[in-house]
């Protein structure tokens, strides 16, 4: 029913033994986890994210045939059982709440109550640390990744955190697709991004817990 992919850097290895420990903490065999070698851009790391995403669901695309997929950054942390997530999951198929992605945690901005049970629906979050996509949508999410490598490619020159090319960052492209299409967030959310060293911003990160928002009514 479920791929999961991580994305990792091959030099990078104390945050794929991190990962596999908050995995195997939660309840959910990290065996179950396929390691996927990030693509590393040294001068460019939002860009060499965007190639690792659009890498990881080709490959779903190409060579699984699970219905669902879910993509984990490396220094994703699960912080609730892996049990309550099957047993959300399920219930959404159960009550039959229609989905194109879901998100594991985000910063996010989220549609007043009711919700569905379990999620909030989404209109707007950042991180693409957890995310978890029906097959049939997953070309849509892939398209608008591969859409911003061009881009960036092409304003390389401007230096990797000049605001312009913050926008192209997959997490903020990603955003016009929250809200045309149903996307949800997991209430309370199923895990954070670890405080450590990111090779995207070379510097220490902590982003700290994940806010939702409600949008108005």
């Keep these: ?11 990078r290895r104390d945050r794929w033994d991190a990962l596999r420990a908050s995995c195997l903490a939660q309840g959910l065999n990290p065996a179950a ?3 996927l070698p ?9 860009l060499g994210c965007a190639k690792s995403h659009v890498a990881a669901l080709s490959h779903f695309l190409t060579h699984e045939n699970a219905p669902f997929c879910l993509v984990l950054e490396d220094d994703f942390e699960l912080l609730r059982p892996w049990g309550e ?5 399920n219930q959404l198929a159960a009550e039959r ?12 901005v989220v549609a007043p ?29 892939l398209a608008c990744f591969a859409e911003c490598i061009p881009q960036m490619e092409a304003l390389r ?11 192209l960052a997959i997490d903020q492209a990603w955003k016009t697709l929250q809200r045309r299409d149903r996307w949800y967030i997991f209430s309370p959310a199923f895990g954070r991004q670890r405080p450590s ?13 994940m806010t939702y928002g409600l949008a108005a009514a």
């Design 38 to 46: 990030a693509v590393e851009d040294a001068g460019f790391g939002a």
């Design 85 to 89: 997530f099957v047993a959300t999951f």
């Design 97 to 108: 709440v229609d989905w194109d992605a879901l998100l594991l945690m985000g910063t996010a």
């Design 113 to 141: 109550p009711p919700q569905a049970p379990g999620v909030a629906r989404l209109l707007e979050a950042q991180s693409a640390a957890g995310y978890l996509v029906s097959r049939r949508y997953a070309a849509t999410v």
């Design 197 to 209: 060293f990111s090779d995207i911003e070379q510097r220490d990160v902590d982003y700290g817990a």
């Design 1 to 11: 029913m479920l791929k999961i992919y991580a994305i990792n850097l091959d030099k």
């Design 157 to 167: 020159g401007l230096g990797p955190r000049h605001p312009l090319l913050g926008r």
């Design 33 to 35: 986890v396929q390691r």
